[in-house]
């Protein structure tokens, strides 16, 4: 079966540090990886997604993640966090099948990033 | 531009009442998607929608139903609502082949 695990449920990081957030997905085929974010209260937002070619993907508000097929992983990435990071963070993956149609995203169960000051 | 508009916010429900739960895009996005999150379990497939008139289960459809009449509009039914129905809804739409989701804002559910 299909699976994505974040293994870090929860993270402490101080301001000014980086971060990497770990994603292993099961799939039978390389599918297409999404890392999304979400704020209390609010909806999902699209950080980066990667399918192919360069294996180090950039994203918004300064996120990249790095593809490695070997090791089934798709970690995100930060040099250096600001407290408006703090939120849940959501490794994704889904596939495009032959015929062209796509099902639902599978989720990882979320790793929640806290700041300190 | 709104994106994806989900109605209601909030919702209270006693066990064995029914209700609608709104979703619409403004994308011309042709795939929809319905998730739920549960506190500490990500998001979980309960049904999508690759066009109008089209519609399939999800990893958990039991509890619910769908219909999609117009490109724009996916609404999901609870017909007798449970307790183990509490939880957020999302409304998510895509197109392929960027496949990547927009979310609407989420409705949070109780049923008690």
């Known amino acids: 079966a299909q699976s994505v695990t974040q293994p870090d449920i929860h993270i402490t990081v101080s301001e000014g540090a980086s971060l990497e957030l770990r994603c292993n997905y099961s799939y039978g085929a390389t599918p297409y990886l999404f890392w999304y974010v979400q704020s209390p209260g609010q909806g999902l937002q699209l950080l980066l997604k990667y399918f192919s070619g360069d294996t180090l993907v950039q994203g918004i508000k300064g996120f990249e993640a790095e593809f490695k097929r070997s090791q089934s992983s798709f970690n995100l990435r930060k040099p250096s966090v600001h407290w408006s990071d703090a939120a849940e963070y959501f490794c994704?993956?889904?596939?495009?099948?032959?015929?062209?149609?796509?099902?639902?995203?599978?989720f990882g169960k979320g790793t929640h990033l806290i700041i300190q000051p | 531009n709104a994106g994806v508009t989900q109605t209601p916010k909030f919702r209270i429900l006693k066990i064995g009442q029914s209700m609608t739960l709104q979703c619409t895009q403004d994308m011309n996005h042709n795939y929809m998607y319905w998730y739920r999150q549960d506190p500490g379990m990500g998001l979980k497939l309960i049904y999508y929608s690759v066009g109008a008139g089209i519609t399939d289960k999800g990893e958990v459809p039991n509890g619910y139903n769908v219909s999609r009449s117009t490109t724009e509009d996916f609404p999901l039914r609870l017909e007798l609502a449970a307790p183990s129905q509490t939880s957020v809804y999302f409304c998510a739409s895509t197109v392929l082949p960027l496949y990547e989701q927009y979310f609407g804002p989420g409705t949070r559910l109780t049923v008690t």
């Open positions: 994704a993956v889904g596939l495009l099948y032959s015929g062209g149609g796509a099902d639902g995203l599978t």
